[in-house]
């Protein structure tokens, strides 16, 4: 595990914030990205182009990170691949079912000052607890 830094949390906040600020300045559009990714599949005609180039900025950073900073992608996997592919299938399934994900309600929602978000950020960390608590303790898995 990669020791905390806290110019490196901030400088990560400050791009997420930039990122989703700029996106609703030049676009309109809030940087949930379950919400993003859903109209790929979903294919709205003119309404591909930005959602594309916003996957692909994501997938540039992490390379990016890859190739300047390998160490903070270098940890193994503690779970096997398929628990942790339908770990993330669920999860994007339990965002779409609750009206958005982490990015769309705990950066775009509490940032516009959403109760409804405010309600769906707290219930997402509430669960992450208490998830990381059960298998941690109760099953004696590791996290």
């Known amino acids: 595990?990669?020791?905390?830094?806290?110019?490196?949390?901030?400088?990560?906040?400050?791009?997420?914030?930039?990122?989703?600020?700029?996106?609703?300045?030049?676009?309109?559009k809030v940087a949930g990205i379950s919400g993003i990714f859903e109209g790929l599949l979903a294919r709205k005609a003119g309404d591909i182009a930005w959602r594309i180039a916003f996957c692909l900025g994501l997938l540039?950073?992490?390379?990016?990170?890859?190739?300047?900073?390998?160490?903070?992608?270098?940890?193994?996997?503690?779970?096997?691949?398929?628990?942790?592919?339908?770990?993330?299938?669920?999860?994007g399934y339990g965002a779409r079912l609750s009206g958005g994900c982490t990015s769309?309600?705990?950066?775009?929602?509490?940032?516009?000052?959403?109760?409804?978000?405010l309600v769906a950020t707290i219930t997402f960390m509430l669960a992450g607890v208490i998830t990381v608590f059960v298998s941690t303790h109760v099953l004696g898995g590791r996290p």
Do not use: K
């Open 60 to 91: 540039a950073g992490g390379v990016a990170l890859l190739f300047f900073y390998p160490s903070a992608l270098s940890a193994p996997a503690s779970r096997p691949l398929v628990a942790i592919a339908a770990a993330g299938l669920l999860v």
């Open 104 to 117: 769309g309600h705990g950066v775009c929602g509490l940032s516009r000052f959403s109760a409804r978000s």
């Open 1 to 28: 595990m990669q020791p905390f830094s806290l110019g490196q949390a901030l400088s990560g906040g400050v791009l997420v914030g930039l990122g989703a600020s700029l996106l609703m300045l030049c676009n309109g």
